[in-house]
């Protein structure tokens, strides 16, 4: 019986169309964007996102809708099950991840801890 593995991340449609936008509008082809997390802020991790111009053999990827997202392997134990989404609200706009492995995140919001 073979189990199908889950997903790294999801996305929702408002996370696709604006990654959609962003690739489009940035003037040289990419092969996606790529997810993962860094050492930094408060709370000890906080998430990257950036243009991908290659694939790396070590890539997890996720596509979905026409969107390829690249994770880096050094950030797959801790993404595991989030969802990617895409909030603009009257101050502010951005990528939101929301993950189920968080424990806790810095008062700002700029990081968090597993």
Request: proline share 4%.
């Amino acid at each position: 019986m073979t189990r199908e593995r889950p997903s790294f991340i999801t996305m929702t449609p408002a996370a696709v169309e604006r990654i959609k936008v962003l690739l489009a509008s940035r003037g040289k082809p990419s092969v996606g964007v790529r997810v993962g997390v860094r050492s930094r802020g408060c709370s000890g991790l906080s998430y990257t996102l950036e243009y991908a111009d290659e694939r790396f053999l070590t890539d997890e990827v996720v596509e979905s809708q026409g969107v390829t997202v690249l994770i880096d392997p050094k950030a797959v134990m801790f993404l595991l099950g989030t969802e990617m989404d895409f909030v603009e609200e009257k101050l502010q706009s951005g990528f939101v991840f929301r993950n189920p492995n968080e424990k806790g995140r810095c008062g700002c919001g700029e990081s968090f801890h597993v």
